[in-house]
């Protein structure tokens, strides 16, 4: 198994590709680059996969989606955003296409695979309404819910602050401490380096 990441958008987002035996699963492509398009040029991309639908994360998908015949996949909760694609790039600078209309909803208790990789997913919102996570063996891939010293914003359209805390509680901090987390931004971490040093978990 690998786990690349490709930073891209003015957001300085984090989009990852996991590949094993053949297969990759793009997830949050906030552009559909050359770079990204080349990695899976040789392997079946199994699915296009929105942690959530802020435009930062989903932008690219239109391009990857013609790119790779992949069906993409997000929460239901989140189609609001899916659709405010083009409004979320005038509001903030960054023209995008519109994004396809999603294959299929994933929902908490749901499994993704691609070659042996098996990944479970968990409904996390607070930053975005239908915000998931995929869990691996070891890892997370976490989108905008925890950061390297920070968490998620809580300001825009569907943001709750209590909520994303909520989250984070019981869905993350369950995890093993050693559990790595690659998030939608920055470097990664761990589960258990942010519940002993994060300032925004203090006492969660």
């Known amino acids: 198994m690998e786990i690349l990441s490709f930073e891209m958008t003015p957001f300085v987002m984090n ?116 915000h998931v996570v995929l869990v691996g063996d070891g890892f997370v891939i976490g989108g905008d819910v925890l950061f390297n010293g920070s968490i998620g914003r809580t300001d825009l359209p569907g943001g709750d602050h209590e909520q994303l805390l909520h989250a984070i509680k019981t869905k993350l901090w369950p995890l093993p401490d050693e559990t790595v987390v690659y998030c939608g931004h920055g470097p990664s971490t761990t589960i258990g380096q942010e519940r002993a040093t994060n300032p925004f978990l203090m006492g969660l």
Do not use: W
């Open 15 to 130: 989009c990852y590709v996991i590949k094993d035996k053949g297969e990759a699963l793009v997830i949050d492509p906030g552009e559909a680059t050359a770079e990204l398009k080349q990695c899976v040029a040789d392997d079946t991309v199994t699915m296009i996969f929105n942690t959530h639908c802020h435009i930062d994360h989903s932008g690219g998908n239109a391009g990857m989606v013609a790119a790779t015949g992949a069906p993409l996949v997000c929460h239901e909760d989140d189609l609001p955003l899916l659709h405010s694609l083009e409004q979320q790039g005038m509001m903030f600078g960054f023209p995008c296409e519109a994004s396809p209309e999603p294959d299929q909803f994933i929902k908490e208790g749901d499994t993704v695979t691609v070659g042996d990789v098996r990944l479970n997913i968990l409904h996390t919102p607070g930053h975005a309404p239908g």
